[in-house]
């Protein structure tokens, strides 16, 4: 595998289910991204990890619930969504994140949810 | 606020055209850096270019070509001689570089939706 693979590509839960999302990426790098991607809008950051670490929540509803074990996977756990909710759901890494640099992302083909 | 533009919400053209994808922003930073991004029907974006505010060079790569005007706030996006390939969203984006205390964002235009037809 290269690049940033993303797990399912698609699915399609109940307001009621739980699932998640897994993301990894192959690339060595450091930091890792989740975005959603709804119609008409831009793309939206959601949650920023740095070395494992949480460095951005960008006001995403608990419903949400991300988790990176280690540098090269990244997990979102959905419980409870609403059909707003669905989107196309993007992971991304990149060399770094701090301060200073801005480092170019690497997309995963993203996970279509679509929630019922 | 920062803010970019893709006044072109789709863009229909014949194979061997060349076509121009527009990127207007607007910022109050001196120092700041911007991005063009291609989604294929694949779903992934493919990072395309990264250039900052200081470097008013213009970029060639191949079929690609950039064209980064401070005093219009522009960088526009030109493919020649296009292929089918190409057609895809094209998205601009926006980073600043943060002063003390805040984390930069990536401000994304809503992109172009390319088409190329044979």
């Not at chain 1, 949480?54 to 990176?68: D, G, I, T």
Request: charged share 20%.
């Amino acid at each position: 595998e290269t690049g940033v693979t993303q797990t399912p590509r698609h699915l399609v839960m109940g307001m009621t289910n739980k699932k998640s999302l897994k993301c990894e990426q192959h690339l060595g790098h450091n930091a890792m991204y989740w975005y959603k991607q709804s119609a008409k809008k831009p793309l939206e950051l959601m949650f920023v990890y740095s070395l494992e670490e949480r460095v951005e929540n960008n006001s995403v509803p608990s419903r949400f619930s991300p988790e990176c074990p280690n540098s090269s996977h990244l997990f979102l756990h959905l419980h409870t969504l609403q059909p707003e909710d669905s989107a196309l759901y993007l992971c991304a890494s990149s060399q770094d994140y701090w301060r200073g640099q801005i480092y170019e992302q690497y997309f995963g083909p993203g996970t279509r949810l679509t929630v019922t | 606020a920062q803010k970019v533009t893709q006044a072109q919400t789709e863009i229909s053209v014949v194979e061997k055209e060349d076509v121009t994808l527009d990127c207007v922003y607007e910022t109050r930073d001196t120092t700041y850096y911007l991005f063009w991004y291609k989604q294929p029907p694949s779903g992934e974006l493919v990072f395309l270019i990264r250039r900052n505010s200081f470097d008013e060079q213009n970029e060639i790569s191949g079929r690609y070509s950039w064209n980064f005007q401070k005093s219009t706030s522009s960088f526009n996006f030109t493919i020649t001689a296009s292929q089918v390939v190409d057609s895809a969203v094209y998205f601009c984006a926006l980073s600043e570089v943060p002063t003390a205390g805040n984390n930069r964002k990536l401000i994304w235009g809503l992109g172009t939706s390319l088409a190329v037809n044979p």
